[in-house]
């Protein structure tokens, strides 16, 4: 078996401010809790995945970091090194997992997630989120403990329905250039609801919108890393189409934050968490570069295929059950953003 413990430069882990102690009290949880729960996060040392462990051992879990870095970064995880409640295995989820010891939460957020990616990794995404799936249900099946997916904005495709609610079914090309990261979250979901079925795992489906802030890849091509790169280095910035289509940007603690309400809740249907906040791409273009006081010019490029026009979450659910809304406004959330890409770029 393919697997071997990653030594970590030593330092102090990073501090996260939090606020969840309230709601902790309030939904009380069907599994039993450890005094110091152990989480095994998938995909840990991703943009997502990193701050979820930042999270959780503020919050005293114990953490089981897995990830092959096919797009996850050292970097991202190094300030750990040291950290006893942390442990690293380097591992592709495909492969069988084998742990021992009690597991508690398993939070499933191993995959590829820019447009980027996908073109060059068509077959890892739909592994990772077919196969990798497979194995994080595994896990939690033989270890008892509760599993979230990751799922994603993406399997509502090019939406027809706006803003997205949960019971929009989506719009999907399922053989476009989208398709394997969009079929295999889709698989993922319709495997993670078959797991709650047939063995009564407990199961949590976040359904994340677009997300930003420090850690992002800054070549992934994902807009945010593109816009700020490009507005820092003063180059053009890169609209694609018209610049009409839309989208709505959550600050990553934010977003944490109701991913993390929701695996303390008691709620097993899938839930949309990001920022309703929608602007178009080239508002979002003349944003950045206001925000970074920069001399780049806009310039168009074409329209990548089934690119979606527009795309908004409805956190009606969210708010209801988990008591959740965004707090970090885009001028906050960047002014964070920007100090990180600074010191990369
Ligand atoms: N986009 C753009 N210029 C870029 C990168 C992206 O105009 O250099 C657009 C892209 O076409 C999409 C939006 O920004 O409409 C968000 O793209 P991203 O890749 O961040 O993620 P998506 O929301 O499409 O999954």
Same mark, same amino acid.
């Given at each position: 078996?393919?697997?071997?413990?990653?030594?970590?430069?030593?330092?102090?882990?990073?501090?996260?401010?939090?606020?969840?102690?309230?709601?902790?009290?309030?939904?009380?949880?069907?599994?039993?809790?450890?005094?110091?729960?152990?989480?095994?996060?998938?995909?840990?040392?991703?943009?997502?995945?990193?701050?979820?462990?930042?999270?959780?051992?503020?919050?005293?879990?114990?953490?089981?970091?897995?990830?092959?870095?096919?797009?996850? *970064?050292?970097?991202?995880?190094?300030?750990?090194?040291?950290?006893?409640?942390?442990?690293?295995?380097?591992?592709?989820? $495909?492969?069988?997992?084998?742990?021992?010891?009690?597991?508690?939460?398993?939070?499933?957020?191993?995959?590829?997630?820019?447009?980027?990616?996908?073109?060059?990794?068509?077959?890892? $995404?739909?592994?990772?989120?077919?196969?990798?799936?497979?194995?994080?249900?595994?896990?939690?099946?033989?270890?008892?403990?509760?599993?979230?997916?990751?799922?994603?904005?993406?399997?509502?495709?090019?939406?027809?329905?706006?803003?997205?609610?949960?019971?929009?079914?989506?719009?999907?090309?399922?053989?476009?250039?989208?398709?394997?990261?969009?079929?295999?979250?889709?698989?993922?979901?319709?495997?993670?609801?078959?797991?709650?079925?047939?063995?009564?795992?407990?199961?949590?489906?976040?359904?994340?919108?677009?997300?930003?802030?420090?850690?992002?890849?800054?070549?992934?091509?994902?807009?945010?890393?593109?816009?700020?790169?490009?507005?820092?280095?003063?180059?053009?910035?890169?609209?694609?189409?018209?610049?009409?289509?839309?989208?709505?940007?959550?600050?990553?603690?934010?977003?944490?934050?109701?991913?993390?309400?929701?695996?303390?809740?008691?709620?097993?249907?899938?839930?949309?968490?990001?920022?309703?906040?929608?602007?178009?791409?080239?508002?979002? *273009?003349?944003?950045?570069?206001?925000?970074?006081?920069?001399?780049?010019?806009?310039?168009?490029?074409?329209?990548?295929?089934?690119?979606?026009?527009?795309?908004?979450?409805?956190?009606?659910? *969210?708010?209801?059950?988990?008591?959740?809304?965004?707090?970090?406004?885009?001028?906050?959330?960047?002014?964070?953003?920007?100090?990180?890409?600074?010191?990369?770029?």
């Amino acid at each position: 078996m393919k697997r071997k413990t990653k030594p970590l430069p030593s330092r102090a882990p990073a501090s996260v401010v939090t606020s969840a102690a309230g709601f902790m009290a309030a939904h009380a949880s069907r599994i039993t809790h450890h005094a110091s729960p152990t989480s095994v996060v998938t995909g840990a040392a991703g943009f997502l995945g990193s701050h979820l462990v930042d999270l959780l051992l503020a919050r005293g879990h114990k953490v089981i970091g897995i990830d092959n870095f096919v797009t996850g *970064a050292v970097d991202n995880i190094s300030h750990l090194g040291g950290n006893r409640a942390f442990k690293f295995i380097e591992q592709d989820v $495909t492969e069988f997992i084998f742990l021992d010891g009690p597991v508690d939460y398993v939070w499933h957020f191993a995959s590829p997630a820019s447009p980027i990616d996908y073109l060059e990794l068509p077959i890892q $995404t739909l592994k990772v989120g077919s196969l990798g799936t497979h194995k994080a249900l595994g896990l939690a099946k033989n270890k008892s403990a509760r599993f979230l997916l990751a799922s994603t904005s993406e399997i509502y495709g090019d939406p027809l329905v706006h803003p997205q609610r949960e019971d929009y079914w989506g719009n999907v090309n399922s053989i476009g250039p989208r398709g394997c990261y969009d079929e295999a979250k889709r698989f993922a979901e319709a495997l993670t609801m078959a797991y709650r079925q047939e063995h009564h795992v407990e199961t949590r489906i976040v359904r994340i919108f677009n997300t930003y802030g420090p850690r992002m890849r800054l070549h992934d091509g994902r807009v945010v890393p593109a816009f700020i790169s490009q507005a820092l280095k003063q180059r053009p910035i890169t609209v694609f189409g018209h610049g009409r289509q839309t989208r709505s940007f959550c600050y990553v603690s934010d977003l944490i934050e109701g991913i993390y309400r929701l695996m303390l809740s008691s709620y097993d249907q899938p839930v949309n968490i990001g920022n309703p906040a929608e602007m178009t791409v080239l508002e979002f *273009a003349r944003e950045i570069i206001r925000a970074t006081a920069s001399r780049s010019k806009i310039v168009f490029r074409p329209l990548p295929q089934d690119d979606p026009r527009q795309r908004q979450p409805d956190i009606t659910r *969210a708010r209801k059950i988990l008591g959740w809304a965004p707090e970090v406004p885009l001028t906050a959330g960047l002014v964070k953003t920007l100090e990180y890409f600074r010191s990369k770029v």
